[in-house]
């Protein structure tokens, strides 16, 4: 999955990140699959741009050693995370206290809202650092397993209410590295407006050669007469 995250910056919330308890949130993975707790906050793509994701930043506690790390995008559901976009894996340095996960093979998104959720494995047991503003929608979290004695939050559910510690701070520290294309939706007005003159032009053609088709015939007739 490793790919290029030089690119801008096309979201930013890794301001206003909170500190002392409750600061940061649980959102790891098992290599097996199983013991999942994972966080995910929202973003916005907007109208009349589409975006090429190439990575994504997020700070969150320190650990020596590389880390093996897993982004997914979401599309929304009601506010919560809906069905999966994209999902990937890797490995990246140890940088912290704010880590760049470079992401390859996103589809390009189009206008629309969006989660993120990016987790590392449990072995650096990473947490992942919350914000005391929200921007958008509140971070949600789940913990599929039930292993966090969490019945509510099996599925996606608010975070503040699944990590009660975490109550003050809304929000995920995060940002959306990549690049942003217009829509070219000026090319699909100007192929209208040629279908629309190029339908006039046939009509035309059309009435004239009925107009001149039908003078001869009253020529005709009269000739007869």
């Not at 290029?4 to 290599?31: H, I, K, R």
């Not at 999942?36 to 969150?60: I, L, N, R, Y």
């Not at 006039?200 to 004239?208: N, V």
Request: proline share 7%.
């Amino acid at each position: 999955m490793a790919g290029s995250a030089s690119a801008a910056t096309l979201y930013d919330q890794l301001g206003n990140q909170a500190d002392g308890a409750g600061s940061s949130t649980p959102s790891y993975f098992y290599e097996n699959g199983t013991g999942d707790e994972q966080a995910a906050d929202d973003f916005t793509v907007p109208a009349g741009q589409t975006w090429q994701v190439t990575g994504a930043q997020a700070p969150g506690v320190d650990n020596l050693g590389d880390y093996e790390f897993r982004v997914t995008i979401f599309g929304d559901a009601g506010n919560g995370p809906g069905g999966q976009v994209f999902r990937g894996e890797a490995t990246v340095p140890a940088v912290a206290p704010t880590y760049t996960f470079p992401l390859s093979g996103v589809p390009a998104l189009q206008p629309g809202h969006y989660w993120v959720s990016i987790q590392l494995m449990n072995l650096v047991a990473w947490s992942w650092a919350n914000r005391t503003v929200q921007s958008g929608s509140p971070a949600m979290w789940q913990n599929p397993d039930g292993s966090d004695g969490e019945p509510e939050c099996v599925t996606w559910n608010l975070r503040t209410t699944c990590e009660s510690e975490t109550a003050a701070f809304p929000d995920q520290a995060f940002s959306i590295l990549g690049d942003s294309a217009p829509i070219p939706a000026a090319a699909t007005i100007v192929k209208k407006k040629k279908c629309k003159k190029s339908k006039r032009k046939h009509k035309r053609s059309a009435g004239s050669a009925k107009g001149k088709k039908c003078k001869k015939h009253k020529k005709k007739q009269r000739s007869r007469s």
